[in-house]
């Protein structure tokens, strides 16, 4: 059966006479699914001119707006497959992406340009750049697009034809493609947004972190335009100053979160001045919620949060909490459609209470790793996936996120999970952030804490280290506690321990 990603999502309400609504907020202007339509065929025909095919890769390194979500669907219109990456990265970086998808076109901004150029990048489509600066490779975005027809014709794609490539974090290692059809797309969007959320048309969602990520993306301009809702991409960075000014500008009703910018946000001088009821729900995710921090979170803006944790490698959320009925300190049940077991090394569910990797049976899972065979052998099977992070699940049949296998400490010859450790000192009330490394000392594996304390702040590292005494079994205590000023975070917003233990 014929599917297509821009015609279900975005095609579909102005054939149904819903082109009038508002599709994007983007800073002052408000864009209509028709609108939006029309900008999408207007780009599908130049990428066919400029030579993309069905089946091959665009690479979009943009800014988030507009033309980012445009340029996304129309990719998916004219049956090419989307890649997308972070528009801050390094000329090393970018080399790596360009190397590794050989895209076809690469989409880039004012923003990527120059990085990459330096990265050796050919055959651009640039927007945000005056035409006389481009170089003979690069072609102007704008020019090329406000003189395409504004009418295009649908590539015969179905549910089952490769659509998306969806990257992991590379906080392990170089980053993966997981790619996926556009059936993990619809069924996310119809067992997530609509059977967990309950996602409905008067829907505005703002996002913390940029569309390159997956979660953000699906969530602002995939997502919402399945019931037709408005998503609110921007530009800039995330701070916390940003977070407040949109939500004071566009008032959301859902806010896109992750727990880095939560503690952010929470710490910030202004955080009880600032108005949150529009705000129906925030949701959590790309890496855990520590109980202590949705407790904060909670005593200082009273917003419910959903936490729940997804993979690229499941496409989207697969665990999660449902409005309503969170479990604080837990990833709730499986996702409609999907099922889960903590399993043993010889694949053998085991007992409740019991720490061992998740098995995640669903409709959305991956092909495979593009370019890794291997690796994508031990990974998936058919619609199984075997998670590389380690749970537990509780009597009520709640899944607790117990961190990654490769994290876990020995101390005194017994497993320590860092994220119990930082889940403590979270609970102190001049910790903003936190982390905790292995380091070795005369041969032995003591917990190093890397501290990010609150402006003001007057303690020391015995204090935090007494407070710890006090709510964990003693061997769990962190030995040595350094002070930093902020964590290293990987370009989703999560934890680099790769990165922190290099820096030690």
Not at 371 to 392: C, I, V, Y
Not at 424 to 434: E, R
Request: glycine share 10%.
């Amino acid at each position: 059966m014929k599917f297509n990603l821009a015609n279900h999502f975005v095609d579909r309400h102005v054939i149904e006479g819903r082109g009038g609504r508002t599709a994007l907020h983007c800073g002052d202007r408000e864009v209509t699914y028709a609108t939006l339509a029309t900008l999408t065929n207007r780009i599908g025909h130049v990428l066919r001119e400029l030579g993309v095919r069905s089946g091959q890769r665009v690479l979009l390194a943009l800014s988030d707006g507009e033309e980012f979500v445009a340029t996304w669907y129309a990719v998916q219109k004219i049956g090419a497959v989307t890649a997308e990456v972070y528009p801050f990265l390094q000329p090393k970086d970018y080399r790596y992406y360009l190397g590794y998808t050989e895209a076809v076109v690469v989409v880039a901004d004012a923003v990527t340009l120059p990085a990459l150029r330096e990265a050796g990048a050919r055959n651009l489509l640039v927007t945000g750049v005056d035409e006389a600066e481009l170089r003979p490779d690069e072609r102007p975005f704008r020019t090329l697009v406000d003189r395409a027809p504004g009418e295009l014709e649908t590539a015969p794609t179905t549910l089952d034809d490769v659509a998306i490539w969806k990257f992991t974090t590379g906080s392990t290692g170089a980053p993966k493609a997981c790619v996926h059809p556009a059936r993990s797309a619809l069924e996310s969007f119809e067992r997530y947004a609509e059977g967990v959320l309950e996602l409905r048309p008067d829907d505005r969602i703002l996002a913390v972190p940029k569309l390159f990520f997956g979660y953000a993306r699906d969530l602002v301009a995939l997502f919402p335009f399945g019931v037709g809702a408005a998503g609110i991409p921007f530009p800039e960075r995330s701070t916390a100053e940003r977070m407040f000014e949109l939500i004071a500008r566009h008032r959301p009703t859902i806010l896109v979160n992750v727990p880095t910018m939560m503690s952010a946000m929470i710490a910030h001088p202004a955080a009880a001045e600032q108005d949150l009821s529009c705000l129906r729900l925030a949701t959590s995710a790309g890496e855990a919620l520590p109980s202590e921090l949705h407790r904060k979170w909670d005593n200082t803006f009273g917003v419910p949060v959903v936490d729940g944790i997804g993979s690229s490698e499941a496409y989207h959320i697969y665990l999660s909490n449902t409005p309503g009925q969170v479990r604080v300190g837990s990833l709730g049940r499986p996702v409609p459609g999907y099922t889960a077991q903590v399993v043993d090394e010889l694949g053998e569910p085991l007992p409740d209470g019991e720490i061992g990797p998740l098995r995640i049976t669903g409709p959305t899972i991956a092909r495979e790793y593009h370019g890794d065979p291997e690796k994508s052998a031990r990974t998936f099977d058919g619609d199984t996936l075997l998670s590389g992070d380690l749970f537990s699940r509780d009597a009520e049949g709640c899944y607790h996120h117990r961190g990654r296998a490769d994290d876990l400490l020995k101390v005194g010859g017994v497993f320590v999970s860092p994220g119990e450790i930082e889940d403590c000192l979270l609970g102190h009330p001049a910790v903003v952030d936190c982390a905790v490394t292995g380091h070795t000392v005369d041969g032995l594996v003591i917990a190093r804490a890397h501290v990010v304390l609150a402006d003001g702040a007057d303690v020391t590292a015995k204090d935090l280290q007494d407070h710890a005494r006090a709510h964990l079994a003693r061997h769990k205590y962190p030995r040595e506690v350094v002070f930093v000023p902020g964590l290293p975070r990987t370009a989703n917003g999560k934890l680099d321990r790769r990165a922190l233990r290099l820096e030690a």
